[in-house]
């Protein structure tokens, strides 16, 4: 067919309706969108009448050097190719927080290369069919009929495959190297292009990973704050200092003001799950849980005695809510009604 009659143009058609003609039909006609069993022979071979039709305009003339506008805008049809393949990848926090190289084993069902998808294979020696005993006959609805194991014959040349077990199919692993960007959040898509599942006459597609956290002990993400729960002495919290906190690439000491040994916050901008694509890098929460001691020896009882007598001889800074209570209640006369 002529290339002309092909895409549907006169002759003499310009370029700008070559290339419109050709977008309109290969969209029709791409494998694609179009489940024809013969839709990829017609769009290669719209393809062809396309590309001669332009090289014979090129040859010919060299207006065609600086296209218009419209010709610029129109955008050719992208080369068929096989479909992509969708996949979830889960990761611990530590493994999405630094990234790097990971190998993702993709299982597919493929043709058994023991029997070529057959299911069975070749013996090397006859043998008795087990089934008829050999005699090639088995009972039947109406009697004696032909052994259906090994075909009447009473012997067997074949067996089933013992890779595959006889379906002819067999189950693989592909291993695919993936680099994975630091700070990928639950829920978010990794494309690896040409990676997907082998596609005969067409390029293999994409593999688009789904990202999906494991939950973790210690930590957990809002966004891409990294947020954790830190137990602490309550007389720390009282007289301050430096306290250690454990962060996926290390540890990290925070400066913790004196204060009341009730729970509080730790907030550090910038310090939580890396930025990426421009976003930039969460906070570091970390809630702190007050812990009282627990079974003192002597050494210790001691020490707390000598606190308590401390702040007993200034109850009003020290202790205030015990203070008032007291001045309340352990008054050495009642009230009058």
Known sequence: MDAHELLGLAPGANAHDIKRSFRRLAMLWHPDRNPDPHALE???????????????????????AAPDADDERDEEPAAPRGADRRQDLTLTVEAAFFGGERTVELESDGECRACAGSGEEALRHTRLCASCHGTGRAPGRHGLAPCRHCAGRGYLTK???????????????????????????????????GAADPAPELAPGDLVLRIRLAPHELYRLDGRNLVL????????????????IPLPDGVRALRLEPGTATARTLRVAGAGFPGRDGQAAGDLIVHLEPR?????????????????????????????????????????????P
Not at 42 to 64: M, N, V
Not at 188 to 193: D, G, M, N, S, T
């Open 159 to 193: 067996q089933a495959c013992p890779s595959c077990h006889g379906s002819g199919r067999r189950r693989t692993l592909r291993p695919v190297i993936v680099r994975l960007p630091a700070g990928m959040l639950d829920g978010e898509e990794l494309r690896v292009a």
């Open 42 to 64: 017609h769009f290669k071979a719209l393809r062809a009448a396309y590309e001669s039709l332009l090289d014979g305009l090129a040859s010919a003339s060299t207006d065609d």
């Open 229 to 244: 729960e830190r137990p602490v002495s309550a007389l720390r919290l009282l007289t301050g200092g430096e306290l250690a």
């Open 292 to 336: 009282l001691p627990e079974a003192p020896d002597e050494a210790m009882r001691s020490l707390l005695e000598e606190l308590d007598a401390l702040a007993a001889a200034n109850h009003s800074r020290h202790l205030p809510d015990v203070a008032l209570w007291e001045a309340r209640w352990l008054r050495e006369e009642p009230e009058e």
